[in-house]
T-cell receptor
Framework: KQEVTQIPAALSVPEGENLVLNCSFTDSAIYNLQWFRQDPGKGLTSLLLIQSSQREQTSGRLNASLDKSSGRSTLYIAASQPGDSATYLCAVGGRDYKLSFGAGTTVTVRA | EADIYQTPRYLVIGTGKKITLECSQTMGHDKMYWYQQDPGMELHLIHYSYGVNSTEKGDLSSESTVSRIRTEHFPLTLESARPSHTSQYLC?????????FGSGTRLTVV
């Protein structure tokens, strides 16, 4: 069974600092990895989807890398803003299209 | 501009009542999912469907049931709600990989 771990569980940074969020997974036979953002009490917003053949994916201030062989992904958020405060979830997809989720990293960006 | 809709957004209901949580998507995705999430905890898959008249139970055992009579509609039903069913229920759809989530239904059973 795929196990997904996100470290740290919580992170507080001053505005302007770069954020580094880590995700690890136990089974490297993944088809893709997806990063989501979740605001309190809300649903999930997709940020980036990385196919297993890709090494990284970028969107604006966000960059996600994938090292399938070592079972790791990292989400970088450049020049953080208070609006970036949220919980960030990592999810890995297998051949059956189902996603396995980590517990998330809760980020607070202080103004 | 969500293309997947969940209703109601919040629901407080008494023990023993039957409830149906609605989920509809307008993207024509053949795959749909229900996840359960307790506060501060990870999401757990409770039901999924890969097409009309196809439903399967997920990794987390649930007393709820689902149906998929139309591609765009994937309702979840609890025949007799209990306090242990209090949680957030999230619906998602995908064309294959790449999920889109609804805003969720926060259910409280008193």
């Amino acid at each position: 069974k795929q196990e997904v771990t996100q470290i740290p569980a919580a992170l507080s940074v001053p505005e302007g600092e770069n954020l580094v969020l880590n995700c690890s997974f136990t089974d490297s036979a993944i088809y893709n990895l997806q990063w989501f953002r979740q605001d309190p009490g809300k649903g999930l917003t997709s940020l980036l989807l990385i196919q297993s053949s890709q090494r990284e994916q970028t969107s604006g201030r966000l960059n996600a890398s994938l090292d399938k062989s070592s079972g790791r992904s990292t989400l970088y958020i450049a020049a953080s803003q208070p609006g970036d405060s949220a919980t960030y979830l990592c999810a890995v997809g297998g051949r059956d299209y189902k996603l396995s989720f980590g517990a998330g990293t809760t980020v607070t960006v202080r103004a | 501009e969500a293309d997947i809709y969940q209703t109601p957004r919040y629901l407080v209901i008494g023990t023993g009542k039957k409830i149906t949580l609605e989920c509809s998507q307008t993207m024509g995705h053949d795959k749909m999912y229900w996840y359960q999430q307790d506060p501060g905890m990870e999401l757990h898959l409770i039901h999924y469907s890969y097409g009309v008249n196809s439903t399967e139970k997920g990794d987390l055992s649930s007393e709820s049931t689902v149906s998929r009579i139309r591609t765009e509609h994937f309702p979840l039903t609890l025949e007799s709600a209990r306090p242990s069913h209090t949680s957030q229920y999230l619906c998602a759809s995908s064309p294959g990989y790449g999920y889109t989530f609804g805003s969720g239904t926060r259910l409280t059973v008193v």
